[in-house]
């Protein structure tokens, strides 16, 4: 049977695919353009998109699991429904949906609350399912990185209670682990809900000194200001979703994202080696 992924060519998506890959699954990936997909050989490419009902059940015909993947966009959560809603109608009961670390927590977070509410669906209405709930990802420093060596300052306002990054390699890892063990099963999984954590809590104050000393020069944290963070990500993203963002910055600031007890130790055993490191993220990208 076939492994239907979403979101398949970002960052997450791509470390899915290749992991099922190598576990010799069958994939199918939605993409909304084929030519430029670039994923490996064996993969089945389809093109579509989350609201094209029609291009979605002809993708799931002979799909047995799914994985659900969909990025921030004003009807992520419309998305997620109707994908999920023709799964359903196509007859696949296994589903491993990627959420968002603490997503009932941060209520008032557009793209959190809508995550939860996904969740909540998927619950109800009876799927086997993993909810995988990932902290803030490593690999979202690529879009601060020279920001950082140009004006040697970490402009996240990440706060002091710290956040548990974590590399989307190894989300993408757990992602196939759990696909190809709902997939695999003889008998029905029960609901499960995991937590996706690096092996570090970090503080504003912690990543600017890992960028210190990675890049051998004084990296400094200018502190918490959410407002002119709203400020100058309108420069590149349309105001609702500058606005979700500083949401999100304020709930790291008087929340984080720190792990619950034996979150670390769970995926450590899990992936049969450490988590990746903060630390030896940002050195192969300071370079």
Do not use: C
Request: hydrophobic letters at 50%; proline letters at 5%.
């Amino acid at each position: 049977m076939t492994i239907f992924v979403t979101g398949a060519t970002g960052n997450v998506g791509r470390n899915v695919v290749d992991q099922l890959i190598q576990r010799g699954a069958g994939v199918r990936a939605l993409v909304r353009n084929p030519a430029s997909a670039n994923l490996p050989a064996g993969v089945d490419v389809v093109q579509g998109d989350l609201l094209d009902v029609d291009a979605m059940r002809a993708a799931f015909a002979g799909v047995s699991t799914l994985f659900l993947l969909n990025a921030v966009v004003p009807d992520e959560f419309t998305q997620a429904l109707l994908t999920l809603g023709v799964a359903r109608e196509a007859g696949v009961r296994r589903v491993v949906y990627l959420s968002v670390i603490h997503s009932d927590v941060y209520v008032n977070v557009p793209h959190f609350a809508g995550k939860f509410g996904v969740e909540r669906m998927i619950e109800a209405m009876g799927f086997e399912a993993t909810v995988l709930r990932p902290a803030y990802f490593m690999d979202n420093e690529h879009t601060i990185k020279d920001v950082i060596t140009a004006y040697s300052i970490y402009p996240m306002p990440i706060g002091a209670k710290g956040l548990a990054m974590i590399d989307a390699r190894d989300i993408g890892e757990i992602a196939a682990f759990e696909l190809v063990r709902r997939e695999s099963s003889a008998e029905p999984l029960p609901f499960e809900r995991i937590n996706l954590v690096g092996p570090d809590t970090l503080t504003g104050a912690g990543a600017a000194a890992i960028w210190s000393d990675v890049l051998r020069r004084p990296i400094a944290y200018p502190g918490d200001d959410v407002a002119a963070f709203e400020q100058n990500l309108r420069q590149f993203m349309p105001s609702w979703m500058a606005f979700d963002m500083r949401l999100m910055g304020e709930r790291f600031v008087s929340d984080g994202m720190v792990p619950e007890a034996g979150d670390v130790e769970r995926l450590t055993t899990l992936l049969g080696r450490p988590l990746r490191t903060y630390r030896d993220f940002v050195a192969g990208i300071a370079g």
